[in-house]
């Protein structure tokens, strides 16, 4: 099955760019989502990017995507401390995108001034 | 955005009790809805797809007669945690589909940590 692996930890200062990693195993996987989640909270949806894409945009978010390592990244310019969270990616393999998602263990991201 | 409201937050029961957790689509229709299990400084496990109407269909290893789920209504899902024991502390998650094509329009709710003692 699909398996989708993160580094546990980032600390990165105030203003700094952050880049958090993310790998999976699905080839097969067409959707790719970047999720956050402060402490005691649920998960919000920050950003997601098919398959046949290689970059995303949104803002001070840029997701890449390296279909053939199957490696995710998602960018976060200008880091600010209310950006500090649990950053999880997440994988739908095969088709029907949400149907079953698979988390990763999550990126912890402290912003320090 | 959609809201998906979780209830309760927090709950500490004896050990042997039973626990509902709710989830709701305060403005929406969700016809599936998603448990998820999250373990300290450990990803998301999905436990269980509730379908409004018919049974929920569990994932592998997950016990459906301790877990109970229920998803009597567009709007409301529960999740009946049975003769809770301490193993089943944990932080358990929903979401809830909307009924459109697009792929993205999944909410989550914020979440019940559930201390057994």
């Known amino acids: 099955g699909e398996d989708v692996e993160q580094s546990l930890f980032l600390s990165v200062r105030e203003g700094d760019s952050s880049v958090i990693n993310c790998t999976y195993t699905?080839?097969?996987?067409?959707?790719l989502y970047w999720y956050k989640q402060e402490p005691g909270a649920g998960l919000q949806l920050l950003t997601y990017i098919f398959s046949n894409m290689d970059m995303k945009q949104d803002q001070r978010l840029t997701v890449l995507l390296n279909k053939k390592d199957k490696h995710l990244s998602l960018r976060i310019a200008d880091t600010q401390t209310g950006d500090s969270a649990i950053y999880f990616c997440?994988?739908?393999?095969?088709?029907?995108?949400?149907?079953?998602?698979?988390f990763g263990a999550g990126t912890r991201l402290a912003v320090h001034p | 955005g959609a809201v998906v409201s979780q209830h309760p937050s927090r709950v500490i029961c004896k050990s042997g009790t039973s626990v509902k957790i709710e989830c709701r689509s305060l403005d929406f229709q969700a016809t599936t809805m998603f448990w998820y299990r999250q373990f300290p400084k450990q990803s998301l496990m999905l436990m269980a797809t509730s379908n409004e109407g018919s049974k929920a269909t569990y994932e592998q290893g997950v016990e459906k007669d301790k877990f109970l789920i229920n998803h009597a209504s567009l709007t409301l899902s529960t999740l009946t945690v049975t003769s809770a024991h301490p193993e089943d502390s944990s932080f358990y998650i929903c979401?809830?589909?909307?009924?459109?094509?697009?792929?993205?329009?999944?909410?989550f709710g914020s979440g019940t940590q559930l201390s057994v003692l």
């Open positions: 979401s809830a589909k909307l009924p459109t094509p697009t792929n993205e329009k999944l909410f």
């Open positions: 997440a994988a739908a393999p095969g088709r029907g995108g949400y149907n079953k998602l698979i």
């Open positions: 699905d080839s097969s996987s067409t959707y």
